[in-house]
């Protein structure tokens, strides 16, 4: 009991802050109206042509890419996949309904808005990575792909978010000049915020740990002071 409620409460805390952070990211970059992430123009230009909402083919298109990885994985993708594809799409379409978030008027307001966009979604990834609970729809997509032809990740990754850029360019999605600054500079941000995310998770935690032994041993010195 003191296992459980020291690791996997808080994590699975820590992984939905980093999921908010990450649907945060997306929805900023989306109301910068600079440009979108590759597989959000594709969730536009989807919601652009056949209804629903942005979060809602940001669910549909993970279930279809989980379905696809595990056909060429021959496994089940770990829960972890299906929580983060429900929850992101349900978050983003949290912050478009209560409307708080607007597209600034001027340009310098735009671009603060696409940065912290850029930086949420990269430190987001990186917090719910550092949860452990499995890897995101794409991730998961790339990593069967990957394995299963020996094709290298960054050669996989890159096939995957221009076929998804080609189909919602067709479909109306939103390609600016952020898209492209997005593809360049989403790597380094979450190689940057990855280990520093781990490094945070794994101090709190071992913290939190030591907080709930010590607490565990002090309640055993009361009871056995109260049984002498």
Not at 210 to 215: E, G, S, T
Request: aromatic share 10%; proline share 4%.
């Amino acid at each position: 009991m003191l296992k459980k409620r020291g690791q996997v409460v808080p994590r699975i805390a820590i992984y939905l802050v980093g999921l908010l952070l990450m649907a945060l990211g997306i929805v900023l970059l989306l109301k910068s109206d600079f440009g979108v992430a590759p597989w959000d123009v594709l969730h536009v230009g989807l919601y652009y042509n056949l209804g629903l909402t942005i979060g809602s083919w940001t669910i549909i298109a993970g279930v279809v890419i989980l379905t696809v990885s595990a056909i060429i994985a021959k496994e089940i993708p770990q829960i972890g996949a299906f929580t983060n594809m429900l929850l992101v799409g349900m978050f983003i379409d949290l912050y478009l309904l209560l409307g708080f978030i607007v597209t600034p008027d001027h340009i310098i307001g735009k671009i603060v808005m696409f940065a912290f966009g850029l930086l949420f979604s990269g430190y987001g990834m990186g917090i719910y990575i550092s949860a452990q609970f499995g890897a995101g729809p794409r991730d998961s997509l790339m990593i069967a792909v990957s394995e299963r032809f020996g094709w290298s990740i960054r050669s996989v990754r890159s096939v995957i978010e221009v076929v998804a850029l080609v189909i919602g360019w067709g479909l109306g999605g939103p390609v600016f000049w952020g898209t492209i600054a997005f593809g360049v500079s989403i790597g380094p941000i979450s190689g940057m915020a990855l280990p520093h995310c781990r490094t945070m998770t794994n101090w709190w935690l071992a913290k939190l740990k030591d907080k709930q032994a010590r607490k565990h041993m002090g309640e055993e010195k009361t009871n056995r002071g109260a049984f002498l």
